[in-house]
T-cell receptor, first 112, second 112 residues
Framework: EPEVTQTPSHQVTQMGQEVILRCVPI?????FYWYRQILGQKVEFLVSFYNNEISEKSEIFDDQFSVERPDGSNFTLKIRSTKLEDSAMYFCASSRQVHEQYFGPGTRLTVT | QQQVKQSPQSLIVQKGGISIINCAYENTAFDYFPWYQQFPGKGPALLIAIRPDVSEKKEGRFTISFNKSAKQFSLHIMDSQPGDSATYFCAARRSSGDKLTFGTGTRLAVRP
């Protein structure tokens, strides 16, 4: 069964550094998403991406964040200058249509 | 108005019993209601979903009941098994948007 994959599984970075989180969505999916989950809290939407552009973003997704689909298979989330409060699990998701979003295993980001 | 309220926060059920998790929403623009199951260290996995044009959907031991007038929906897990022990999230999506708005999660423990 096709799955969303994410790398790395765990990223440790220092405050102020840039990080890039990578995702490979399910191959025939057209919609891509990033969510995050701070430890013990609910899953929060960051951004959705369709047809090579952002279709929706939350108030969390400020100028420090960007997304890109650099080739036909990868989907990335970049945080330009990480803050302590960016520490969370980041989940990539994809869907063929707008509903039925399938999530990857996540990248645990630790900002020290 | 964008919130989805979920209860209980935690639930302990004996093996073979019925687990019931409830969610309520305010935004009548929500038109898609999935449930996700999350095991520790893993991403949320889509379990079952419903649209407001039906009052119930069943897949195996999992049933969603939907009450449009009360703006409530619930997940019933019949014949609960220890392997069902996980955190369950309800979610909702607006017809005009991409993002899933998640509930706060219910940690289910099924005792052998």
């Amino acid at each position: 069964e096709p799955e969303v994959t994410q790398t790395p599984s765990h990223q440790v970075t220092q405050m102020g550094q840039e990080v890039i989180l990578r995702c490979v969505p399910i191959s025939n999916h057209l919609y891509f998403y990033w969510y995050r989950q701070i430890l013990g809290q609910k899953v929060e939407f960051l951004v959705s991406f369709y047809n090579n552009e952002i279709s929706e973003k939350s108030e969390i997704f400020d100028d420090q964040f960007s997304v890109e689909r650099p080739d036909g298979s990868n989907f990335t989330l970049k945080i330009r200058s990480t803050k302590l409060e960016d520490s969370a699990m980041y989940f990539c998701a994809s869907s063929r249509q707008v509903h039925e979003q399938y999530f990857g295993p996540g990248t645990r980001l630790t900002v020290t | 108005q964008q919130q989805v309220k979920q209860s209980p926060q935690s639930l302990i059920v004996q093996k073979g019993g019925i687990s019931i998790i409830n969610c309520a929403y305010e935004n009548t623009a929500f038109d898609y209601f999935p449930w996700y199951q999350q095991f520790p260290g893993k991403g949320p996995a889509l379990l079952i979903a419903i649209r407001p044009d039906v009052s119930e959907k069943k897949e195996g031991r999992f049933t969603i009941s939907f009450n449009k007038s009360a703006k409530q929906f619930s997940l019933h897990i019949m014949d609960s098994q220890p392997g069902d022990s996980a955190t369950y999230f309800c979610a909702a999506r607006r017809s005009s948007g991409d993002k899933l708005t998640f509930g706060t999660g219910t940690r289910l423990a099924v005792r052998p």
